[in-house]
């Protein structure tokens, strides 16, 4: 099995970077989101961040029409699924939203097509009986920026076949990235299982006042060199973000994870971090 030409589904910052980093390499693929609007975001963003790879001496003119050969957004779902080996969800966050999703892929789909989740914490597994072949159903999971950040995360549910997961790491390796190959779900995955023993940490100290997110921020940078704080990480990857796997855990729990009522007043406020130029800090 092996895969050459992808389709996207969701336009954000996530799909549109995975595909044209998959493009980028040598590999067909396409965008697709629901709204037109977003269609159009996305290609004039890719024709902006072609063009600036060109001036910064980056890219040469050549490459980048190549790139542009390869990269495509397409509005209509069956168009944009037309001769792919793979498909890759990075819509929202929202479990109701993907199981929608995952039904209605597999009713357009043959059963040889591989069908991968990006989701930041929700294992396969949960979209197992949404389609008809889950031996084909896998996480590979981007972090954000995904056209920067080389670690990715392929895991293999009960449901996965080896034969998917396989192939899903060494296009992982092709498209430039150091995937690691998880052989069993967890929520989180490895990355996330990890880091989030950090963040709950961090939020436990600024909500008891032991100390501010700053000083939180230059404990982990400075003192054990971490490219970026826990709370510049937020900024990064969405407040918004942190704040649904927030009400996950709430919602599972019953108890109010630490910070919980300062992170749902910046989504309040629009404060979702880097990406709109305000966060935990400022950008702009």
Known sequence: MEIKKICVIGGGRMGRQIAMNASIYGFDATVYDIAPAVCDDVAGWAEKYLSERIAKGRMTEEQVAKIKTLFHVEPVLEKALEGVDCVVEAVIEVEDVKRKLFKQLDALVGPE???ATNSSFMVSSKFADCVSNPARLANMHFYNPALVMKFVEVVQGAHTSEETARALYEFCGKIGKK????????????????????????????????????????AMEEGFH?????????????????LDIMKREYDE????????????????????????????????
């Open 113 to 115: 097509v591989i069908l």
């Open 179 to 218: 995937a690691i190959w998880q052989k069993k779900e967890i929520d989180g995955f490895a990355g996330n299982y990890l880091i989030m023993g950090i963040l709950k940490r961090a939020r436990y100290l600024v909500q008891n006042g032991y100390c501010t997110y700053q000083d939180v921020d230059i």
């Open 226 to 242: 971490n490219p970026m704080g826990p709370f510049h990480m937020i900024d990064l990857t969405g407040v918004d973000l942190a």
């Open 253 to 284: 729990t019953g108890v109010k994870p630490d910070m919980y009522d300062v992170f749902e007043q910046m989504v309040k406020e629009g404060r979702l971090g880097k990406s709109v130029g305000h966060g935990f800090y400022d950008y702009v």
